[in-house]
């Protein structure tokens, strides 16, 4: 089967069709608030598997595991402790990830051998209809090749994927941009592993307790990787008074393309310019397709200015220094 994108609000028939294809072992692109997801049945290792061979991942790479439901998700967990319970109420169906002690029904090809898994109820209206007509949990990891981007578009994941998925559902442009806040609950206090569009000081006055907000460092769990969410283009992050200088240096080498909240004066007149980015949450909602433009451009350097690291732009500034690490 070929990969297409099916209508972008999907209709009874196309939800059927991926619910099936789920139950058939095959993957489905399905859309999220945060990004999209290349989704397969979590109580099946072959469809597991092929999630990790489409994406060119390591195999020891967690997954996390969509559902539809808090309740749902107590099946998936040993114990879900009365601060998940806390959590869940306040942000799920929304972009936020529980780390919790697995259950005997998750295998361990979703959880890399842990003995925890990653748990989230999206809130997208697709997302959740994909999940009420399958009936079970969803293993999905961000539909991209591993390293790159990842999409939040329906034609993102098919240009990422190909033919490795069966079907992508099209529920339009990603509403956050960037992927959930990961947060393990099995420390104390709890600690996020991943920022996102929900802060540690949120989770932190829902549980009435501290929330570590630990978010660099070395990696937590395989998939934390430091050098991450890349575009092919060497990404070098500055303040906005160095951008023009930095632009105007690195166009000796080629291409250079600048992105910033607000417009940068001085540049060299053929940088490829990828903003205004608009504010935090504008910028995360554009952060990986002003990626996926500059490659399309052939930009040899992306020259980021970053937002304010208040709200979803510490999870911005995060994306930006792992997209800028290690090359
Ligand atoms: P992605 O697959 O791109 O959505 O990323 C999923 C993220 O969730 C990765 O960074 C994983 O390391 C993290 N994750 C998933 N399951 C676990 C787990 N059991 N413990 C810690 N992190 C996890
Ligand atoms: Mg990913």
Redesign the pocket.
Known sequence: MSAHAAPRTPDADALAAAASALRDGNLVGFPTETVYGLGADARDPAAVARVFAAKGRPSD????CHVASAGDARALVALMSPAAEALAVAFWPGPL?L?MARSAVVPDAV?GG?D???VRVPAHPVALALLRAFGGAVAA??ANRFGRPSPTCADDVVDELGDAVAMVLDGGPCDIGI?ST?V?MTTDPPQV??PGRISAAQLSQVIGAPVSAEASGPAR????LESHYAPGAQVRVVDAADAARAAAELAGEGIVAVMASDEIPGLPPDAVILGPMGDADGYAARLYAAFRRADAHGARWIVAVPPPAEGIGVAVRDRLARASAGR
């Open positions: 790479h967690p997954l996390i990830t780390v959880t842990r925890t898994v990653a990891p961000s992927e990961v393990d592993l991943r769990a395989p998939g934390m």
